[in-house]
């Protein structure tokens, strides 16, 4: 059964980055640290997957993830390469993107967002290892993201490549998720966990104010701060994770909003970045600049409002990677068949039904006489007394 609380932590998730590259205020990615919080989720159940089914799970993480990436391709290759972009081999990892794949001018910013998926397919592939190698040394295994962050940022890795760097911010996030699902965050005492988190946090915190990036205090600009103030946020906000969230549900509205951008999350995430840049000139056209109060939150509106329309259209994709049936809107209630049993209407027993109960030997209960069934003139003949002063 999933758990409800941490469906709610992805929707925030996904709703915190789409308004973030819309308004680009620099405090949302302290109040929140989204990436992080969504690669920790991502560990967690990849944890599980290979739990539940060993290495074949890799390619069956890679099955959900890549489908909707190569719809993403389909649309704005083509596009690209005939506005400005070369035709190379490197085209090629439109398909499977070990590396960035290329992009033009404006493709660059519009699918930045590719990266992500980039470092997902990267820990996916290390996961079956380094899981085995959590599970024998789990501090040690945890704390090499984070040494490696440190050393990069001190110089002693110059330039190092890409994939280092990203595993240096990132997998520290995901080892987390392994943590939780693993149970070992759970069963850290308050005394031992909320300390931890605040050194943590403390440090990270430290390191943000004291090493501002080119947007101030924005932590994609500054990755040790951005991974120790995430990790201190990971470790209370999923590390003391309840079982559920029960209001979720109770309100009809947010629990199946919740659920659409969760079978929905990779489309909203690969399709939001397109609209932020097609808007950004269109609403300076009409006398808005992009941060006035009103044209800035127009553009918040029409993006998740052109975002629910593509995803209407090939959100789809998403269940058939995951072969599920496939859905226009996810999260209808489905009848049980004991609820479909229980709606349809009953049959009277066709004519002759008792006497043919009779001659096989079956015991057919007598009638039941009136004076069992007694009525107050005036308030509905035929119904019992019990029965109709009942309150409700």
């Not at 972009?85 to 490197?90: A, G, K, N, V």
């Not at 290892?129 to 789990?138: D, G, H, S």
């Not at 962050?149 to 990132?170: C, S």
């Not at 019992?384 to 309150?391: G, I, K, L, N, T």
Request: a positive charge; zero cysteines; proline letters at 9%.
């Amino acid at each position: 059964m999933r758990n409800r609380y941490l469906d709610l932590l992805r929707f925030l998730a996904i709703l915190r980055v789409v308004t973030y590259h819309v308004t680009g205020y620099a405090t949302l990615t302290l109040v929140f640290p989204a990436m992080s919080v969504m690669f920790a989720l991502a560990g967690s159940l990849m944890a599980a997957s290979l739990d539940r089914s060993g290495v074949r799970s890799v390619g069956r993480r890679l099955r959900r993830l890549l489908p909707s990436l190569w719809v993403v391709a389909a649309v704005f290759v083509p596009a690209m390469l005939l506005t400005g972009l070369t035709f190379s081999p490197r085209v090629l990892l439109w398909l499977f993107p070990i590396s960035d794949p290329p992009a033009n001018y404006w493709g660059g910013l519009a699918l930045s967002p590719i990266w992500y998926l980039r470092d997902y397919l990267w820990f996916v592939l290390a996961s079956p290892l380094v899981l085995w190698l959590f599970r024998r040394a789990p501090l040690p295994t945890l704390a090499a993201p984070y040494l490696l962050l440190v050393a990069i940022e001190a110089g002693v890795l110059a330039n190092p490549p890409t994939v280092l760097r990203e595993f240096g911010l990132y997998f520290g996030a995901w080892l987390l998720g392994f943590a939780h699902h693993d149970g070992l965050l759970r069963r850290m005492r308050n005394r031992v966990l909320l300390p931890a988190a605040a050194v943590v946090g403390a440090a990270g915190l430290a390191w943000i104010v004291t090493h501002p990036g080119p947007r101030g205090y924005d932590i994609n600009d500054i990755p040790l701060g951005n991974a120790l103030w995430s990790a201190a946020f990971i470790l209370v906000a999923i590390g003391r994770a309840p079982a559920g969230v029960t209001w979720v549900d109770r309100v009809p509205a947010l629990g199946r909003a919740v659920t659409v951008v969760n079978r929905r999350a990779l489309t909203v995430y690969l399709w939001h970045m397109p609209f932020v840049v097609l808007l950004t000139p269109l609403v300076g056209l009409v006398g808005w600049s992009p941060r006035d109060p009103v044209g800035l939150w127009l553009r918040v509106g029409l993006v998740f409002a052109l975002v629910g329309v593509v995803t209407l259209m090939v959100g789809w994709v998403e269940d058939v990677a995951a072969r599920r049936t496939p859905e226009l809107i996810p999260g209808k209630p489905r009848r049980t068949v004991a609820d479909r049993a229980a709606a349809a209407p009953a049959s009277p027993a066709p004519a002759g039904a008792e006497d043919a109960l009779v001659s096989v030997g079956a015991r057919v209960p007598a009638p039941r006489r009136a004076a069992e069934t007694p009525v107050r003139p005036g308030r509905g003949d035929g119904v019992p007394a019990s029965r109709r002063d009942a309150p409700g």
